[in-house]
């Protein structure tokens, strides 16, 4: 189960506190969730954003975009992965000037990360 699946090699590696609270958050987050939501997250797709789990996402990020509407903060929202890693989440790329630690979205979002960044402008 991402990011806490075995079959990721960065996950059997001693973690860091932060890591450790994150995995512990999304623990969290998981256990509010219905059981077939959990079932998803469950996949043993290679690269998971194949089949029922990038299919969800991509209809994840849809109802999020909805959810949070025209937000002022937010420059764009898509779905995202990670080739070397091999999980998917919630891509949020912020308008210049916001900051993604205090930019009031969710940390997590129907068992996807939402991976909030600063503006493409200021990279």
Do not use: Q
């Not at 450790?20 to 996949?43: D, N, V």
């Not at 937000?71 to 210049?96: H, N, R």
Request: glycine fraction near 6%; hydrophobic fraction near 35%; aromatic fraction near 12%.
């Amino acid at each position: 189960m991402w990011p806490i699946s075995d079959k990721i090699p960065s996950s059997r590696r001693p973690k860091s506190p932060w890591a450790k609270a994150f995995e512990r958050r999304y623990k969290e987050h998981l256990a509010s969730l219905p059981p077939e939501r959990i079932t998803l997250f469950e996949t043993e797709d290679d690269p998971p954003w194949n089949g029922k789990l990038g299919h969800d996402l991509v209809k994840t990020v849809a109802e999020f975009k909805d959810e949070i509407g025209d937000d002022p903060k937010v420059e764009e929202v898509s779905p995202g992965f990670s080739v070397t890693i091999k999980y998917v989440f919630i891509s949020v790329v912020l308008k210049p000037g916001v900051e993604p630690k205090t930019c009031g979205l969710p940390e997590f979002y129907r068992g996807y990360w939402v991976r909030a960044r600063a503006s493409r402008a200021e990279n």
